[in-house]
């Protein structure tokens, strides 16, 4: 599903968001997480990864690592329906601001910010694009960042779940990139959930190279 797709349904609601972390009021936001929930996955298209080769691992030897190109879905176990406790309610029979719609999301929310992450990825050295969300900057030097599928992800939506947000750090800081900026990163992950203001991440990223996105363009 093309990222223009969730990000302007998500934008018709934008204006029912209260916050970056999901505390939102009215039925139209609560639709509005859902459709993120089952469209952010697949909405960032990148060139299909090679599903058998193995996961490259970082040397131990003192060898460069080799990255493998990894998609989005890769982060997300198999089994995992993130919609299964919500199918069959009907959310437009919810009242805008009710404590029952307010109960729903603070659900929802708990349950993306705990969502579960792949353990064969821990310690995998993969490369994945996906749009920059900025935690720390110096002196216009980025140093910390979190990466997301989908354009406008934790800043002009709510987060997506835990396990498609990485929370990238990086030994030195760069210049030249911006917010929602698409690009590269590669490095070693790990699953390890983190707190951030801007969402919670299920993997975390010591990242060896940030590049701007080459390749087919990005879908916005």
């Given amino acids: 599903m093309p990222a223009q797709t969730v990000a302007t349904t998500l934008g018709a609601s934008d204006k029912g968001i209260s916050s970056r972390m999901g505390r939102i009021a009215g ?120 990466l997301v599928p989908y354009f406008g992800a934790c800043i002009h939506t709510p987060p997506p779940p835990a396990n498609q947000i990485i929370h990238v750090t990086l030994a030195q800081p760069v210049k030249g990139f911006r917010s929602m900026d698409a690009v590269w990163i590669s490095g070693k992950l790990e699953t390890l959930r983190q707190n951030s203001d801007m969402g919670m991440s299920g993997y975390r990223m010591h990242a060896v190279r940030v590049d701007h996105y080459s390749g087919p363009p990005p879908n916005k």
């Fill in 27 to 146: 039925v139209a936001a609560l639709t509005a997480i859902t459709a993120a929930l089952g469209l952010g996955f697949y909405a960032w298209q990148a060139p299909p990864a090679q599903a058998a080769q193995p996961l490259s691992k970082t040397a131990s030897d003192g060898a460069a690592p080799v990255f493998k190109e990894v998609p989005w879905e890769a982060l997300v176990p198999k089994e995992w329906d993130p919609l299964k406790r919500y199918r069959g309610m009907d959310l437009n029979a919810l009242e805008d601001g009710s404590d029952k719609a307010t109960d729903l999301l603070a659900d929802m929310r708990a349950a993306w910010d705990n969502a579960p992450t792949v353990a064969a990825m821990d310690g995998a050295a993969v490369k994945l694009p996906g749009y920059l969300v900025p935690l720390e900057e110096v002196k216009g030097e980025l140093k910390e960042f979190l």
